[in-house]
Every structure is written in C-alpha cells, then in structure tokens.
Nanobody, 121 residues
Framework: QVQLVESGGGSVQAGGSLRLSCAAS?????MGWFRQASEKGREFVAA????????NYADSAKGRFTIARDNAKNTVYLQMNSLKPEDTAVYYC?????????????????WGQGTQVIVSS
C-alpha cells in the first residue's frame, strides 16, 4: 500500500504560478496528476514514468504545466505556469503499479487526498 500526500495548493491570480508536490510513502512506478473542478468529473492532467524519461500531458496542460519527479525523495511535482481561472480545481496525485503511461482514472491504484487550487481573474 502506497500513501500519497499532496501539498502546494492555494490561491493565485490569473497568469501566476504554483508548484504542487506529492510525497509517496514508498517506491512508485508511473505517477500522475488529475484534477476535479466543482460539479465535474476527475480529469487527467499529466503523467510521468518511473525514470522521468517519458511524460504525457492533457492538451489543456501542454506548454503551461511541467511534471517532474525526484525518486530519491519519492516525490513528484507539478509546476503550473500561466494559470487560468479554468484551472481552478482540486488536484490529485495518483500512482499506478503498472509501467505504462496512462491517462484514465481507473488505471491508477493509489490516490492522494487532493489539494485545492483557486485561480482568480
């Protein structure tokens, strides 16, 4: 069982930046970030392979967000730049046992509690 704890959320004005962190209690394979806005389903944001050599982004995140990991610290990061009001959501860290990068909620085995991001216009 892997426990995930997110941090780094908060309130920021449009155009600003935030960096989310997710600390895992043990070794993980593929890690991902998802988000869920009010009254909407959970959607994929980004994923990264164990080595960090492969990444995948949702179209909404490309060019603005960067996912990275530090395996020595069992931590994955999401650097978010040029934030928009539509980025407002609870952001969840997720980990999967498998090694293939995926972007679907059911394919991830472990989830954090989430961290709130609010972007004001």
């Amino acid at each position: 069982q892997v426990q995930l704890v997110e941090s780094g959320g908060g309130s920021v004005q449009a155009g600003g930046s935030l960096r989310l962190s997710c600390a895992a209690s043990g070794r993980t394979s593929v890690m991902g970030w998802f988000r869920q806005a009010s009254e909407k389903g959970r959607e994929f944001v980004a994923a990264i392979s164990r080595s960090g050599g492969s990444t995948n982004y949702a179209d909404s995140a490309k060019g603005r967000f960067t996912i990275a990991r530090d395996n020595a610290k069992n931590t994955v990061y999401l650097q978010m730049n040029s934030l928009k009001p539509e980025d407002t959501a609870v952001y969840y860290c997720a980990a999967r046992i498998g090694v293939v990068l995926t972007n679907t909620v059911p394919s991830y085995d472990y989830w954090g509690q989430g961290t709130q991001v609010i972007v004001s216009s």
